[in-house]
C-alpha cells in the first residue's frame, strides 16, 4: 500500500487537543444550565407565594364588587344566558296560549319563574350564577323551547305574533292616553258635591230673599264702578267658591282694599247665586258688582263670531265633539276651553265702555301680594300686559297655531315668545285704539273650520295681541300650580299671583296637594253653608 505525502499526513498531538477542548466545553455547558435552573427555581419559589396572594385578593375584590347589571349584559355569563331564554320562552307561551297547548305554556311559565328566583337570589347575594345553578334551568328551557318550535311556533311565527301584540299595546296605550285626557277633563269641569250642595243653598236664599234682590238693584248703578281713580278688576266665572277665593286673596294682600272694584259676570245659572254670596259676605270694604252675561243684549251671533259658530249645528258638533244634545241653550254648557264666559276676555272695551285700564283675572288664581302697582306701569302704548312663558321651548308660536296655513305663515314668526292668559294689565284706551277687538273676530271667522288652531282662547289671544303685547316681570304672574309638581318653592313665595292652570284644580280631589293649602287659607271654611256642605 502507497503512503502519502509527508504534507498530507494528520499531526497526532492536534488531533488530540481538539477532543480535550469539546469535551472540557461540554462539562463547562452542562456545568451552567445546572446553575441556571437551580436560580431559575429560586426565583419561582420567592415569587409564587406573594402571586397566589394577590390573585386572591383581586378575586375578592372582584366578588365584593359585582355588578350584576353588568354580569347580566356580558356575553359570557350564564345570567345572559338565562335571561335570553326567559324572554324567549315568554314570547313562547303567548304564541302557545293562543293555540290553546296550555300544558306547553304552563311548563314554560314555571321554568320562567324558577329562572326569575335564580336571578333574584344572585342580585340578592351578589354573586355571578353558577354552572352548577344555571345548567339544569338552561337545559329543560331548551327542551321546552325546541318543543315550542317542533310544534311549529317557528322564528316567523314568533316575529308574527310579537308585531301584533305590539300594535295591540300601542293601540291600547293611546287609548289609555286619550281615556286619561277625557277623565282629567271631565273631572276638571264637574262640581264637587259639596260646591254644588253650596250653589243649592245660595241660589235658594236669592230665590226667598227678596232683601237681596233689592240689595243688588241698589248697588248695580253705583259711581264707583265707573271710577277710573280706583282700581277695577275683572273675572269671568260661574265657580262662586273660585271667584270668592280670587276676590278674598286680592283684597287681604292690598294696602288700600276699600279702593278695590271687582266686576264679576257670570251665567244666569249662577247669577242668583254669586250675587247672594258676595252680598251677604264683607271683602274689606271693596265694591264688588257681579252681572249676567245674558243681560247683555249686544253679545249675539250678529256681532261675536264665536256666538255665531257655536249656535250653528256643524261647529258644535266639531266642538262638542258629537256627544251633546243639540237642543240645550249653548249658554248652559261649561266645556272650559269653549265658554261663553271664557271668551269675555276679548269684549272688555265693551262691557266697560268708561273704564280706561283693568286688571283681568282668572277663576283659578291666587293673589300673595299688593296688586295696585300694576295701574302704574308703563305698557308702552301696548294693549296687554303679560308675563311671557317663552323660557321652555314649547311656549312659543309654532306650538300653539298651525303654520303650514299660508294665513298664519305669512303674517306671524313661529320662534315668537308666548305669554299666559290669567294675570293680565289691559290698557283700554290703548286697546280702543288698536281696535284689538275687531282683529279677534277676524282670527276668530278665519278658524270658522278649526284649522288655524285647537280649542281655546290663547291662540286667538296670540294673534290678536302680536306686537301689542308688553312683558312683564316673571314673579307678577307664576303658572302651573295645576300639573306641575316641582315648581320652586322660592318661586312661589316669591309670585303675585299663582296660577293653578291645568287639570289639578285646588277645590278638586285631584289637586295638589303641596299646592293645596295656598288657595284654601282664602276660603272661609267658617261659613255656616260650606261648614254643612262638607258634612253632608
Known sequence: MRRRAAEYRRPVRSRRFSYWIWALFGLFSIAGLVLFVLHHKQNEDRVEQPVLENNERFEQVAHEGLNFTEDIWSARSFSRQLAEQMTLAKAYVIIAKEHNNLHLAWELSTKIRSCQLLLSKAAMRGESVTLEEAEPIIKSLSSLIFRAQDAHYDIATTIMTMKSHIQALEERAYAATIQSTVFGQLAAEALPKSLHCLHIKLTADWLKKASIQVLADEKRNSPRLMDNNLYHFCIFSDNVLATS?????TVSNADHPKQLVFHIVTNGVNYGTMQAWFLSNDFKGSTIEVQNVEELSWFNASYAPIVKQLLDPDSRAYYFGGYQDLNVDTKLRNPKDLSLLNHLRFYIPEIYPQLEKVVFLDDDVVVQKDLTPLFSLDLHGNVNGAVETCLEAFHRYYRYLNFSNTIISSKFDPQACGW??????????????????????YWQEQ????????????????????GLTEPLDRRWHVLGLGYDLNIDNRLIESAAVIHYNGYMKPWLKLAIGRYKPLWERYVNQ????????VTS
Open 420 to 441: 299666559a292668559f290669567g294675570m293680565n294689565v289691559f290698557d283700554l284706551i290703548a286697546w280702543r285704539k288698536e281696535n284689538a277687538t275687531a282683529r279677534y273676530h
Open 447 to 466: 278658524n270658522a273650520d278649526g284649522t288655524l288652531w285647537k280649542l281655546g282662547t290663547l291662540p286667538p289671544g296670540l294673534l290678536t295681541f302680536y
Open 245 to 249: 277665593a280670587v276676590v278674598n286673596s
Open 526 to 533: 267658617s261659613h255656616p253653608y260650606l261648614q254643612d256642605c
